[in-house]
């Protein structure tokens, strides 16, 4: 069983801790359900995605035992980040990443699980050379995302899964960025079961070519069951554990 964190690390009258404590229980038991229910013995990695929720949101989610989150801004995550850098959490940008936001990424990114053009692997190849010298930092954790939409990515974005091969190359060749494996969203409207079945099978295809790319990043608040059958390794959660996004302005 998961714990849900010492609560002794929060503050008995914080009514959003009680709140978060609560809808991450939810979501640790779903996932507990759906890795049973698929014969797992693994169990997939949550990431909490905390885009437009406040800095504080994630310190709280930190004493409930929550290690990984994910922004998809980098100007909010580079923010956050270094508001909280006391706090042992790992941060995963999720976003459509433009070249040029990729310097500002490799400062506190874990991974970047948005990768779809080569011009992105160029970018955040001499960025984190540029970091590693400065500052010794760890491999970045790369993973393709590949479109599963029938019109080659017009909708949820991603590299076309024909393209993926080219892109693992490419980043296999750049020192510092370590492939890591698959990062998809599944098609609005589609069946994601379907979907999550085809991401499966472009994956297994990738890993017989790069047996270190396993990972499969899947599967969000209203279809993380479907993404577990189908072998996610991380889970992407926001509003299930945030609920709705507060107002902006």
Known sequence: MISLGNDDQLDGGDARAAELAQRLGVV???IE??????????QPRLIVVTKFHP???????????????GENRDQEAASKSAGLAGVD????FIGQLQSNKAKSVVKYAASVQSIDRLQVVDALGKAIAREQDATGRSDLDCFIQVSLDNDAGAHRGGAAPADVEVLAEKIESAAGLQLSGLMAVAPLGADPEAAFEKLAGISEALRAVHPSAAAISAGMSQDLEAAVKFGATHLRIGSDILGSRPAVG
């Open 89 to 92: 959490i790992r941060w995963h």
């Open 33 to 42: 359900a759906a890795t049973s229910a698929a014969d797992r013995t693994d």
């Open 28 to 30: 640790r038991r779903r």
């Open 55 to 69: 800095a504080e949101d994630v310190r709280r989610l930190a004493a409930l035992g929550v290690t990984d989150v």
